[in-house]
């Protein structure tokens, strides 16, 4: 895209932060001439698809509003294999658990699990997020069950020991003494070195 055609983008969203809620703080869209977002040239995309991409870019630590939200399930329907819509997945979804709103934060993490692998932080965001959705409904074991599919599927993981505590507790609250303590084991005799192993022996105490 040609400067003016970035300098046109910028006048247009100017006013970004009062239709999507964003901060003002917000990073400015398309920081550099022919930059591609996902698999899309922002040229290439309808002004529903651009508004969203723009969210995107802008998003962070900013609540999303409902237009916003509205404006990224749209993008995600229409391109849901690409790069773009897993990050707006994760988004989704953890927007959505934050609101407490667990059907559909549990519809966005399952999608992106569905579809998505390759990106270690937001793998693990859907999973832990997903198991906090059946800990929110109550369904513990079924927590731990998620968790423990992340450790089998992602063995050398960064935050196997963080996986390992939530499933711990997941079935220590499920009343499954067995599961719990299998779990808490494999951090207190793997794991030494980790943050988690204080709270793993705690935990094994008592259940001794």
């Given at each position: 895209m040609s400067a003016a055609g970035f300098a046109g983008q910028a006048v247009a969203a100017q006013d970004a932060d009062e239709?999507?809620?964003?901060?003002?703080?917000?990073?400015?869209?398309w920081p550099g001439a022919g930059r591609q977002v996902g698999q899309f040239q922002p040229q290439q995309v309808e002004r529903i698809e651009l508004a969203s991409l723009e969210i995107l870019?802008?998003?962070?630590?900013h609540v999303l509003s409902p237009e916003a939200m509205d404006l990224l399930?749209?993008?995600v329907d229409k391109h849901g294999?690409?790069?773009?819509?897993?990050e707006a997945l994760i988004l989704l979804a953890n927007e959505y658990f934050r609101k407490n709103e667990?059907?559909?934060?549990?519809?966005?993490?399952?999608?992106?699990?569905?579809?998505f692998s390759h990106d270690p932080v937001f793998t693990f965001n859907a999973y832990n997020g997903l198991g906090g959705v059946y800990e929110e409904k109550g369904d513990y074991k079924k927590a731990g069950e998620i968790y423990e599919r992340y450790l089998k599927k992602y063995k050398d993981s960064t935050f196997t020991p963080?996986?390992?505590?939530?499933a711990g507790k997941a079935y220590y609250l499920a009343g499954d003494k067995d599961a719990a303590r299998r779990n808490f084991e494999a951090i207190t005799e793997n794991f030494q070195d980790s943050r988690e192993k204080?709270?793993?022996?705690?935990?094994?105490?008592?259940l001794n």
């Amino acid at each position: 895209m040609s400067a003016a055609g970035f300098a046109g983008q910028a006048v247009a969203a100017q006013d970004a932060d009062e239709r999507y809620g964003l901060a003002q703080a917000a990073p400015p869209l398309w920081p550099g001439a022919g930059r591609q977002v996902g698999q899309f040239q922002p040229q290439q995309v309808e002004r529903i698809e651009l508004a969203s991409l723009e969210i995107l870019e802008r998003t962070g630590t900013h609540v999303l509003s409902p237009e916003a939200m509205d404006l990224l399930e749209q993008f995600v329907d229409k391109h849901g294999g690409s790069e773009r819509a897993a990050e707006a997945l994760i988004l989704l979804a953890n927007e959505y658990f934050r609101k407490n709103e667990l059907d559909r934060a549990e519809k966005y993490y399952r999608r992106y699990i569905d579809k998505f692998s390759h990106d270690p932080v937001f793998t693990f965001n859907a999973y832990n997020g997903l198991g906090g959705v059946y800990e929110e409904k109550g369904d513990y074991k079924k927590a731990g069950e998620i968790y423990e599919r992340y450790l089998k599927k992602y063995k050398d993981s960064t935050f196997t020991p963080m996986m390992l505590l939530n499933a711990g507790k997941a079935y220590y609250l499920a009343g499954d003494k067995d599961a719990a303590r299998r779990n808490f084991e494999a951090i207190t005799e793997n794991f030494q070195d980790s943050r988690e192993k204080q709270e793993a022996a705690f935990f094994l105490e008592m259940l001794n």
